[in-house]
């Protein structure tokens, strides 16, 4: 079975960091890119960031209210990604969701449940 | 950065009925990176439509996007109990490489 699995999600003060875990099964993990988004209490979907495949560089790209905090990374052999978030704000509460897709023009086919982050004091 | 607009905001159908959900563009999106999600209370959006009006796997027929340009629309056919959820628009822009989603569309029981 297709599956991703968030893992790491936490109750954090502002300012600090925590670092969320996707594991990924039955499927070649390394071929597809790697997508978080996130979704605050009672909100609408929003992206987070992404990571290519390596096929296509491994690079990575951040929505802006994210960038320069947030770091995506991905470790194929394992089958595993990881967002790392760094100087946590209130408004950064929400279940994180990670996902994959092949080709963006394919959408994003398998979607993980999600992990909560709770930033408060 | 486009932004999309979904209406209505809520839509109260009987089962049965045809659903009409819309999504507007500020700007021209390609058909090939618009896409549709459903989500159920709890639980992860599911990818509905890609390329506007490809069905994703599993998908029942019922389901169909359509349109271009800055206007799309989902549309369900008959709608059945368990399509009562919210449905998002989304689009992959790459100048810069980003993705976004409508606000969202809640389909629920009259």
């Known amino acids: 079975e297709v599956q991703l699995v968030e893992s790491g999600g936490d109750l954090v003060q502002p300012g600090r960091s925590l670092r969320l875990s996707c594991t990924a099964s039955g499927f070649t993990f390394g071929d597809y890119t790697m997508s978080w988004f996130r979704q605050a209490p009672g909100k609408g979907l929003e992206w987070v960031g992404f990571?290519?495949?390596?096929?296509?560089?491994?690079?990575?790209e951040y929505a802006a209210s994210v960038r320069g905090r947030f770091t995506i990374s991905r470790d194929d052999s394992k089958g595993i990604g990881y967002l790392q978030m760094n100087s946590l704000k209130t408004e950064d509460t929400a279940v994180y969701f990670c996902s994959r897709w092949l080709r963006v023009a394919y959408g994003v086919d398998v979607w993980g449940q999600g992990t909560t982050v709770t930033v408060s004091s | 950065e486009i932004v999309l607009t979904q209406s209505p905001g809520t839509l109260s159908l009987s089962p049965g009925e045809r659903a009409t959900l819309s999504c507007r563009a500020s700007q021209s999106v390609s058909i090939s990176y618009l896409a549709w999600y459903q989500q159920k209370p709890g639980q992860a959006p599911r990818l509905l439509i890609y390329?506007?009006?490809s069905r994703a796997s599993d998908i029942p027929d019922r389901f169909s996007g359509s349109g271009s340009g800055t206007d799309f629309t989902l549309t369900i056919s008959r709608l059945e109990p368990e399509d009562f959820a919210v449905y998002y628009c989304q689009q992959y822009g790459s100048s810069p490489p980003a993705l976004t989603f409508g606000g969202g569309t809640k389909v629920e029981i009259k």
């Open positions: 990571i290519r495949s390596k096929a296509y560089g491994g690079t990575t």
């Open positions: 390329g506007a009006s």
